[in-house]
């Protein structure tokens, strides 16, 4: 199994910035994919990025050029930094992982509970 825990996310004017982090802990061998995903109200959740374990990264159009993805495996750590906050960013931010619990098995699905973000105009 494995938890993780989101922090950084509050309450910032428009065009300010944000960090938010993502730990990984628990029982596991690896992590490779690792992203952010986020749901406004009335909205479906949507990927925003993610990073592979070897650095590979994707954004959605809508955060290309202001949100950065970043990872220190070794503290099973991802991070999101996202400069240029538009009100149309404010939303529930979730942390994703892709591990396996063991050489066994497949790789699984893992969620944070997620930690608003709310940019006013």
């Known amino acids: 199994q494995v938890q993780l825990v989101e922090s950084g996310g509050g309450l910032v004017q428009a065009g300010g910035s944000l960090r938010l982090s993502c730990v990984a802990s628990?029982?596991?061998?690896?992590?490779?994919?690792m992203g952010w995903y986020r749901q406004a109200p009335g909205k479906q959740r949507e990927l925003v990025t993610g990073i592979t374990r070897g650095g590979a990264t994707n954004y959605a159009n809508s955060v290309k050029g202001r949100f950065t993805i970043s990872r220190a495996n070794a503290k099973n750590t991802v991070y999101l930094q996202m400069n240029s906050l538009k009100p149309e960013d404010t939303a529930v931010y979730y942390c994703?992982?892709?591990?396996?619990?063991?050489?066994?098995?497949?790789?699984?699905?893992?969620w944070g509970q997620g930690t608003q973000v709310t940019v006013s105009s």
């Open positions: 628990g029982t596991f061998v690896s992590i490779n994919y």
């Open positions: 994703n992982a892709n591990a396996r619990s063991s050489w066994f098995e497949n790789e699984s699905d893992y």
